[in-house]
């Protein structure tokens, strides 16, 4: 597989596409020229975690873009094989510091992806982040495509904002804003459902681990 000094080569050929060979310069020969290489992601594993934390502030938006991107192809291979994509911070994606092109395919993704046998799951811990671009046209339209829609606690200001895009009754804003750890207001077509939710022993020890090793290892 060709990596991106191969299209910046190609680039260099003509003189109409040369402005485009400078944009890839930091990708190929800058800071970010870590982007210039094979992958070694392992597309057959059943989960498939894309940790961008280390990128740096940055470069989080390039490589969200770019796994998701990996992704959408794995998700369009058998359309007869369930999946999912998990989209954490999902506003660095659709949010003010990205741009219409990038946000467009996020939409894309929402809008199409149950024609692939799979669902999608935005997560971000402001809603506000969502609505910032293009006068939130984006984070709208996700949340109009979202089948089930869950509201943990937010603050006042979050509550207005996402008053504008979500039909929410006046005991409904209440409710959210008190709203304590594990209850949530989930959205699931019409109806609106106040959620506790619990987690079962198995997520609790993946959570929190063995309590007694920690213990034992700590007295080693």
Request: aromatic letters at 10%; one cysteine or more.
């Amino acid at each position: 597989m060709p990596i991106l000094e191969d299209l910046y080569q190609v680039l260099e050929k003509d003189e109409k596409t040369k402005k485009f060979q400078i944009k890839l310069i930091p990708f190929v020969k800058g800071s970010m020229r870590f982007f210039n290489e094979k992958t070694n992601i392992e597309l057959n594993n059943d989960l498939i975690v894309a940790d961008v934390y280390d990128l740096g502030e940055e470069n989080l938006k390039y490589g969200m873009y770019l796994f998701t991107d990996i992704f959408w192809d794995k998700i369009k291979e058998n359309r007869n094989e369930k999946k999912a994509i998990y989209l954490d911070e999902i506003w660095r994606l659709i949010g003010v510091t990205s741009n219409k092109e990038v946000a467009s395919f996020i939409y894309k993704i929402f809008k199409t992806i149950r024609k692939y046998g799979g669902s999608s799951v935005a997560i971000t811990q402001d809603i506000s982040d969502i609505f910032s671009l293009e006068d939130g046209i984006y984070g709208k339209s996700i949340l109009n495509n979202s089948s089930i829609k869950t509201f943990f606690a937010l603050e006042e200001e979050n509550i207005k904002i996402l008053s504008q895009f979500a039909n929410l009754s006046e005991k409904e804003k209440v409710e959210i804003k008190s709203l304590k750890r594990g209850e949530c207001l989930m959205f699931v077509g019409e109806n609106h459902i106040l959620t506790k939710i619990e987690c079962s022993n198995m997520e609790k020890e993946i959570l929190e681990g063995d309590k007694n090793e920690k213990n034992n290892n700590c007295y080693q």
